[in-house]
């Protein structure tokens, strides 16, 4: 049960993370896609800094990456064990 609690802390924080997203932006976190071809990589639209606020998004964005990241891997983790 240990591993449970872990992960429900980490998975607050994330949830935490994205509700700063939401007050900073007014919209949800929508995990970035994936380009399905090469030369779309090319055409994704450039973002360009030109606000605290901007820079707070950017930041905030990374955590959120990387908490889910985290998270992610804690749960496989303990799938893993379980099984």
Do not use: H
């Not at 959120?64 to 496989?76: F, L, N, P, S, T």
């Amino acid at each position: 049960m240990m591993m449970q609690d872990a992960v429900t802390v980490e998975v607050n924080a994330l949830l935490g993370l994205k509700k700063q997203y939401k007050d900073l932006t007014g919209e949800d976190f929508v995990p970035a896609q994936q380009p399905k071809k090469p030369d779309e990589a090319g055409k994704t639209k450039q973002t360009i800094v030109t606000s605290a606020s901007d820079v707070d998004v950017k930041v905030i964005k990374e955590k959120i990456e990387i908490q889910g990241q985290k998270v992610r891997e804690m749960k496989a983790a303990g799938a893993a064990k379980v099984m």
